[in-house]
């Protein structure tokens, strides 16, 4: 198992090289000089050489791009063209409010879903059966950010129930700043795993294995769920691995909603005010989360089924 | 989520149009939903002559109006229509629905035949990119792409094509391995048909099924990706009018009135389910295999 976990990792890392690579070439082709951003249009002509020669941008191409690659590898990333931060310092700060966006998502995603998919497959055509149809309709059709804006307008700005923006002070505060965000997210994890859960489970419960532990006299929860379940895993925990890549973009869209700290919500400002910098360091670092995630999955793999290391 | 595997070719037994029939007429819910998005098109087609007021025309005397028999759907912050403002809106949202799928569609069935049928270097090649690609999602890759690329229509259309490229490529390419088996490939070569020859006349029609119905089903993943865009500003601009960005004005005044963000949202919610489901019903026909019912 050990030598798995090394040999997917090795993998991993001409994925990230890649990747690095084309967020290199994708922000070299970005309109707009850098330099004149950062000090204005009033700068002059020395000042802007001066600025070039400093962020290392008169550099050939090659030596910016081996920078580049260093930066990455040292977690260095200069500092912001606006607010004059350091880049890693801001990404550090909010990137916590994204990953616990996702993990509380990804959570109410998982205890709720799961339950109903099993729910609709047991009461197959049944009522919880037709609920879930409509839910994950409706839940695949409606976008993020007009769930999120809805959520807010009825629960935060009439009921008064939630914060209206903000991440919150303190444990709790934060938790409660992360409810309404993190329900948003979830209403397309539920509609996605419920019916992922549902599908696996019924092809796993037309097993001879299944049958057999009805006949032999086993308490029907323990069918479901020690023998039916855990055979139904494999096809949930790929399609959790998808769901929380696709919280990572969806958490972009949510934040703005919310107006909430995040590593989206840094990108898209980043983008307005084309902070070339935050937006290098924050796509390099959403870059690293997909890879990351992937390889959780895959390792995940080798461990929910033994067959696949060998 | 809607992008789906669907290598079966369906049975040509049947008529066209007779398939076609069954297809949106079959289900109640298909036909409703049918009907649902012919409304989408011709409100998108005819929206000036439609429209009740100018979507653009700000009047301060009328700023933020709630529901009423004049303005149906109310006014925005600057007293613009937001009837009219979501009727102009589906324009924008339908027309890259049908164009960013369909310049995927191209450039990724290139792709896949290309790597499916030499197989070799070309293969290893594509294959990795779609893989590497398919890595990111779909959101995420079109942000990653419009911060070097910035907004405009065309870039815009260009972002979402880089999304959907992938997809294509990976249907084509296993469609096309299959099809390099059959027979009549082996025979064509062994009658020294050229190689550009087999593959357009009988490579491509016979992979020409499924990449037409990944490309229905990705109409509603291009307009929900074209209205993420716009909300999160790096999509259409204002003051050109895309459900995405009526939702993100809305929300800077929501304090004023809620009912753009609720009339864009609605709309986006109504076309996308509107075609998830037509597509859901094409997929159980064309492979009863897959039916989760």
Known sequence: MPSLIASKLLDAIPTLWLVLTLVFVALRILPGDPALVALGDFATPEQLALFREQAGLDAPLWQQYFAFLWDVVTFDFGNSLITKESVAGVIGYNLPFTVALAIGATAIGVIIGVPFGVLAAVRKNKAPDQGMRVFSLVGYAIPDFYLGAVLLIVFALNLKLFPINGGGEGFWGQLYHLALPAITLAVLKIAFLGRLTRTALLEVLSKDYVRTAKAKGAPPKTVIYKHALRNALLPIVTGLGLSLLATLSGAVAVELVFNRPGLGSTLIKAIAERDYTLIQGAVVVFALMVVVVNLLVDVLYTIIDPRLGS | ?293
């Open chain 2, 1 to 293: 989520m809607a992008a789906v595997d669907i290598s079966v070719t369906p049975d040509a037994g049947e008529g066209k149009f007779a398939v076609l029939r069954k297809l949106l007429f079959g289900k109640v819910s298909t036909t409703i939903a049918f009907i649902t998005v012919l409304l989408f098109c011709i409100l998108a087609i005819f929206a000036p002559w439609i429209a009740p007021y100018d979507p653009l025309k700000q009047s301060f005397l009328s700023i933020n109006k709630y529901p009423s028999l004049q303005y149906w759907l109310g006014t925005d912050q600057f007293g613009r229509d937001v009837l009219s403002r979501l009727i102009h809106g589906s324009r924008t949202s339908l027309l890259f629905g049908l164009i960013a799928p369909a310049c995927a569609a191209v450039i990724g069935t290139t792709l896949g035949v290309l790597a499916g049928f030499f197989g070799g270097l070309i293969d290893r090649i594509v294959s990795k990119m779609i893989d590497l690609m398919m890595a990111f999602p779909e959101l995420l890759l079109a942000i990653i792409v419009s911060a070097a690329l910035g907004g405009g229509f065309w870039n815009v259309v260009l972002v979402l094509t880089i999304a959907f490229v992938p997809g294509f490529a990976r249907v084509a390419r296993a469609s096309t391995l299959a099809v390099r088996q059959e027979p009549y490939i082996e025979a064509s070569m062994a009658i020294g048909v050229k190689t550009p020859v087999i593959i357009f006349r009988h490579v491509v029609p016979n992979i020409a099924a499924p990449i037409v119905l990944l490309w229905t089903l990705w109409i509603a993943s291009a307009i929900r990706l074209e209205a993420a865009l716009s909300f999160l500003g790096i999509g259409t601009q204002p003051p050109a009018a895309s459900w995405g960005n009526i939702i993100r004005e809305g929300l800077g005044n929501v304090f004023g009135s809620p009912w753009p963000i609720i009339g864009a949202g609605l709309a986006i919610t109504t076309i996308v389910l509107s075609i998830n489901l037509i597509g859901d019903a094409a997929r159980d026909m064309l492979d009863p295999n897959s039916s989760e019912r």
